[in-house]
């Protein structure tokens, strides 16, 4: 499709691209924080006790709005605020929806300290809609450091369970990504004595990588293993084609489903397995494997166009050509969405997990809110899988 308002689409979605880059978790790195510090007393961050109690006392926000049969993971990035200055807007019509808040507040360095980032109005939200707070601890710049030895495990988990302890989060998630297939091993020694050392009753979940093949980025994660220690498991089926690969859709539907089947397969319950879902797109240059990643948001707001919904893939796409130049978007909408969580009933997973909070609009919300309050009659995983 070709439209003259298509430069001004571009110029749009590169200024987008300079605060999205990156903003999946299995993308880029993070953007580079604070020198790190060995002890984390963090005295200027706002207490969770009004938000964050442990989950044998906690209740999720409104008796008037029936929760849904999936439990909800919603994670927000805080430096992504000139992309979503309120990202809890739309999420405020919608009481009761969220089950845990899971905030990106913290990396851990090589050597265990934990390097802080801006928090945002997270508290807030937390506070007002009676939301546990479980932050998102991510691996600086992907590094491994902190697993290698007991030493800096001992170090990274003491500081994470401060925090924990320090702020009365309900729990928290274990993001840890590019590690070596080596790192298997460590990794969950890691998690297991973060498992020991959390005050009882705290959630603690973690973010894996869709199994590929053998020698893959998931070879780090022993699935089985992992699954006797975690709370929760948060499958992150997205970004099957990203920045560096050719165009094409982001989480495609069987994929989707045959990585719910694998890592059902390689040992992990279905009530601790969480489907992430992507409420974002990517859009290329024909020829090329670089892609920008754009809110659907920014989509729906600066499109000139219908977008074409693939039956196949369940994903939504347009190509157009501006400048003699091709361009293609493929991106998960409302309506992909949607099937996406009638796939994790089928399958009678613990919940869904979107990433992340601030790149969708209000039609995105209700079509969600609606699929999660009212279960797909279809619960049979043979049926997921055809």
Not at 145 to 164: C, D, K
Not at 178 to 190: C, E, G, I, R, Y
Not at 217 to 244: F, I, R, T, W
Request: proline content about 8%.
């Amino acid at each position: 499709m070709v439209s003259n308002h298509h430069a001004k689409w571009l110029a749009i979605a590169g200024a987008t691209a300079m605060f999205v880059a990156g903003c999946s978790l299995t993308g880029s790195p993070p953007p580079k924080s604070p020198a790190p510090v060995k002890h984390v007393t963090n005295a200027t961050r706002k207490t969770a006790k009004t938000a964050s109690k442990d989950l044998t006392k906690t209740k999720t926000a409104t008796p008037k709005s029936k929760g849904p049969a999936l439990k909800v993971i919603a994670f927000y990035d805080p430096t992504m605020s000139k992309v979503a200055p309120d990202p809890f807007q739309l999420l405020k019509a919608h009481p009761g929806l969220v089950t845990y808040l899971a905030p990106f507040w913290y990396e851990v360095s090589a050597t265990g300290s934990i390097i802080s980032k801006p928090e945002g109005n997270a508290p807030q939200l937390a506070a007002q809609q009676h939301l546990p707070l479980v932050p998102l601890f991510n691996n600086a710049a992907g590094s491994d450091g902190m697993l290698a030895t007991s030493a800096t495990r001992h170090t990274a988990v003491s500081n994470i369970v401060h925090l924990v302890t320090a702020h009365n989060y309900a729990g928290v998630n274990i993001d840890f990504q590019m590690l070596k297939p080596t790192d298997a091993p460590l990794l969950v020694k890691f998690m297991n004595d973060l498992k020991v050392a959390m005050p009882k009753g705290k959630f603690i979940s973690m973010s894996v990588v869709p199994l590929s093949n053998a020698n893959g980025p998931a070879s780090a994660y022993n699935y089985s293993a992992l699954d006797k220690v975690v709370n929760a498991m948060v499958l992150m089926a997205y970004d099957l084609h990203s920045n560096g690969t050719a165009p094409g859709p982001v989480s495609p539907y069987s994929w989707v489903s045959q990585s719910i089947s694998r890592a059902i397969s390689a040992g992990v319950s279905p009530s601790k397995l969480y489907l992430g879902i992507a409420n974002y797109g990517y859009l290329w240059t024909a020829g090329s494997t670089k892609a920008i990643t754009i809110p659907l948001k920014v989509m729906y707001q600066h499109k000139y166009g219908a977008y074409v919904w693939n039956p196949t893939y369940k994903e939504a796409y347009d190509t157009y050509t501006s400048g003699g130049v091709k361009h293609i978007i493929w991106f998960v909408n409302d309506r992909g969405a949607k099937d996406r969580i009638q796939l994790a009933e089928k399958y009678h997973l613990a919940g869904v997990a979107f990433w992340r909070i601030g790149y969708e609009d209000a039609k995105w919300w209700n079509v969600v809110a609606k699929a999660l309050k009212t279960p797909s009659n279809k619960t049979s995983p043979q049926s997921a899988t055809k």
